[in-house]
């Protein structure tokens, strides 16, 4: 059977850094017979989360606009690609946006006490960031984000594939680095092939 990636492109740059990483390996990901889908979070017509409780009910979000076409997707697939540049040590505002309305699968989960979904296949889950800066902890809070979000849609963080890249800033760094397209086609390889239950 086809993998199912569903890449979350965060960064409102069109064709920046983290997209170019992404684009890399849905690409190849594609080329491998994956199914891929790509989702541009700035491109997307959706509120915040309103903390309506709204969600407490039955575990769906009541927000009637493009997320709810989302969430079969991004639940449904085999993995799912974060995509995002650090925007003050964390994602930026539209993909935390995007994450904050998977508040009604945490309703599902905590208050409701029903399965996040149906199926028992695995669902993993990867980062690709970048930061313009460099630091030993620079990605410490991005990270946090990522365990808390994959971990309450039952995603699991494969940190270990995960593309982490300091001191890259400009559009179009991430192609000067000596080994991101190589990382990032490794990535490709690696999600393309066959998943063990
Ligand atoms: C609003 C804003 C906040 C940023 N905050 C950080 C930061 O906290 N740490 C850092 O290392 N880089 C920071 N940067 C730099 C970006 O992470 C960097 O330019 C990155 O390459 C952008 O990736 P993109 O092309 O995928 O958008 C920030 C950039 C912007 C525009």
């Given at each position: 059977m086809r993998n199912k990636i569903v890449g979350i492109a965060?960064?409102?740059?069109?064709?920046?850094n983290t997209e170019k990483l992404l684009d890399w390996i849905l690409d190849d990901a594609a080329g491998r017979g994956a199914d891929t889908e790509k989702i541009r979070t700035s491109e997307l017509d959706i509120s915040p989360c309103?903390?309506?409780?709204?969600?407490?009910?039955?575990?769906?979000?009541?927000?009637?606009?493009?997320?709810q076409d989302i969430y079969d997707s991004v639940l449904g697939a085999d993995w799912v690609i974060m995509a995002a540049p650090l925007f003050f040590m964390n994602v930026p505002a539209q993909m935390k946006s995007f994450i904050d309305r998977f508040q009604c699968i945490w309703a599902k989960k905590f208050?409701?006490?029903?399965?996040?979904?149906?199926?028992?296949r695995r669902h993993r889950g990867l980062l690709l960031t970048v930061g313009g800066t460099k630091g030993t902890t620079m990605f410490a809070g991005i990270d946090q984000l990522m365990k808390c979000f994959y971990s309450i849609l039952d995603i699991e963080f494969d940190r270990e594939h995960s593309l982490y890249y300091r001191?890259?800033?400009?559009?179009?760094?991430i192609e000067k680095h000596d080994t991101a397209r190589a990382d990032a086609l490794l990535v490709a390889e690696y999600i393309s092939a066959p998943l063990e239950k």
């Amino acid at each position: 059977m086809r993998n199912k990636i569903v890449g979350i492109a965060g960064s409102p740059r069109k064709r920046g850094n983290t997209e170019k990483l992404l684009d890399w390996i849905l690409d190849d990901a594609a080329g491998r017979g994956a199914d891929t889908e790509k989702i541009r979070t700035s491109e997307l017509d959706i509120s915040p989360c309103i903390e309506c409780g709204g969600c407490l009910k039955k575990g769906l979000c009541v927000i009637d606009d493009e997320m709810q076409d989302i969430y079969d997707s991004v639940l449904g697939a085999d993995w799912v690609i974060m995509a995002a540049p650090l925007f003050f040590m964390n994602v930026p505002a539209q993909m935390k946006s995007f994450i904050d309305r998977f508040q009604c699968i945490w309703a599902k989960k905590f208050v409701l006490n029903k399965p996040v979904r149906d199926d028992d296949r695995r669902h993993r889950g990867l980062l690709l960031t970048v930061g313009g800066t460099k630091g030993t902890t620079m990605f410490a809070g991005i990270d946090q984000l990522m365990k808390c979000f994959y971990s309450i849609l039952d995603i699991e963080f494969d940190r270990e594939h995960s593309l982490y890249y300091r001191q890259i800033d400009a559009r179009g760094d991430i192609e000067k680095h000596d080994t991101a397209r190589a990382d990032a086609l490794l990535v490709a390889e690696y999600i393309s092939a066959p998943l063990e239950k």
